[in-house]
Each structure stands twice: as C-alpha cells, then as structure tokens.
C-alpha cells in the first residue's frame, strides 16, 4: 500500500474519531444541562411554595 494512501486513511480515521468525540461531548453538555434546567425548575417551584406558605 502507497505511503500516500496509509496517510489519507490515517487522516481520515482520526477526523471520524474527532467527529464521534465532539458528538460524544455534546450529547454529554446536553444532559447535564437539560437536567440542571429542570432542577433549577424544581427548586424554583418549591422556593415559590414554600414564599407563600411563610
């Protein structure tokens, strides 16, 4: 196999890896924040009872 072709394949190898990482990451980023928006909701919320209980 061509020097040539063992670069590309490598190059092309390692921009798929980056891809499948950076979504990794962002699917990641994305569950924590949509978990931390709905906790804040919820604390939120009970901050709001609890004021009109007091």
């Known amino acids: 196999m061509p020097i040539s072709k063992t670069i590309n394949m490598k190059t092309d190898i390692e ?9 990794m990451i962002n ?3 994305n569950e924590i924040m ?3 928006k ?4 919820l604390f ?7 004021q ?3």
């Not at 709905?38 to 909701?41: A, E, I």
């Open 44 to 50: 939120i919320d009970r901050s709001e009872v609890n």
């Open 27 to 29: 699917e990641l980023f």
């Open 34 to 36: 949509t978990s931390y």
């Open 15 to 23: 921009f798929n890896i980056d891809g499948i990482l950076r979504q």
């Open 38 to 41: 709905s906790n804040l909701q």
């Open 52 to 54: 009109k209980h007091y």
